[in-house]
């Protein structure tokens, strides 16, 4: 048995509040427990107080992640909330991902214009995705990109107030903040998605079998395999923050469909691919794959 009340670990964005409360709705549906059986514990992460640089510059991912895993692995909290987008392919071998809730809405929503098309010449667009800047140079390379940090709402105020003619944000946060009113998804053959994208995951100390026990009960075995694949497409590719990457598995009948796209910073150069694997480990092969056929300036941007 499981030692009650569970400290969940979160940021303090509202997007991470919001999914810290899903987790604890989860948790507390899934085995009886009231509400209080799982206390939500704001942690502050460097990525949340630099706001002025984009993130690959300073530090990458572990901006969102350092604090939270320090918290778990120091049992100040028990179990740590992460948009499995913003968390490294390479974890701490202490920490393990317990669970995974079923995948929101996968797309990116644009806000500013109807679509692409009604987007005027030059137009400006506001993102700190390299991947979404790549894809939006590759498809139209008279766009301006300038940075956008900050979390959703953030953006939109900036937005708002004219700092840039659109921006693109995940679909599955805008949901998640009751935001789904504003912009129109854009389809997957259009944009691919981050890898991850959509998919919420809780961390756990791996040496604690009793609450890894308790989590794994509202993990989403499909979402899961999906992150996993998507993950592993990542690591075998020497991908990082930096890398302009887009990566979508969907399970279907039985196999593991992974669609997967690289490209250069400036849109200039992309190769994308698809294939039907039989396990997520299997990612490292369309990786290898992709990097052997990718033209060098391409290849070069990734480590592997
Ligand atoms: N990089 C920030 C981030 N991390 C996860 C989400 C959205 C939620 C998700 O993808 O699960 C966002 C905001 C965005 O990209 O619009």
């Known amino acids: 048995m499981v ?6 670990g979160t940021r303090g964005s509202p997007l991470a509040l919001t999914q810290a409360r899903m987790v604890r ?47 778990l692995c120091e049992r100040s909290i028990d179990l740590a909330v992460h948009s499995m987008k913003d968390v490294e392919t390479v974890r701490p071998v202490e920490i393990a991902i317990a669970a995974v809730l079923p995948r929101a809405d996968v797309r990116d929503r644009l806000i500013g214009a109807p679509s692409f098309d009604a ?40 937005l708002e107030v004219g700092e840039a003619d659109a921006t693109l944000l995940a679909a599955a946060g805008l949901e998640r903040l009751g935001r789904d009113d504003v912009g129109s998804p854009i389809p997957v053959d259009m944009m691919l998605p981050a890898p991850a994208q959509g998919a ?21 075995h499909p979402t899961r395999q999906a992150v996993r694949t998507e993950r592993a497409l990542l690591y075998a590719l020497g991908a990082d923050c930096r890398s ?15 669609r997967a796209e690289i490209l250069t910073n400036d849109g200039s150069l992309h190769l994308a691919r698809e294939a039907t694997l039989a396990a997520p480990e299997d990612a490292a092969s369309l990786a290898a794959d992709m990097l052997a056929e990718a033209p060098a300036p391409l290849r070069s941007l990734f480590a592997a």
Do not use: Y
């Open 25 to 71: 709705a989860a948790l507390c549906a899934a085995h009886g427990w009231p509400d209080d059986a799982v206390i939500i514990v704001p942690v502050s992460t460097s990525g949340d107080r630099i706001q002025d640089r984009a993130l690959a510059e300073v530090g990458g991912k572990a901006l969102w992640t350092k604090e939270l895993d320090r918290a």
């Open 119 to 158: 987007l005027r010449k030059g137009a400006v667009v506001g993102t700190s995705a390299p991947r979404r800047a790549a894809q939006l140079l590759r498809m139209r390379p008279d766009f301006r990109i300038v940075l956008f940090r900050g979390n959703v709402g953030t953006r939109l105020a900036k």
């Open 3 to 8: 030692a009650l009340p569970l400290r969940l």
């Open 244 to 258: 302009p990457v887009a990566a979508l598995a969907t399970m279907e009948g039985g196999g593991i469909r992974l």
């Open 200 to 220: 919420v995951g809780v961390e756990v100390r791996a040496e604690d079998a009793a609450v890894r026990d308790a989590v794994s009960a509202i993990n989403h």
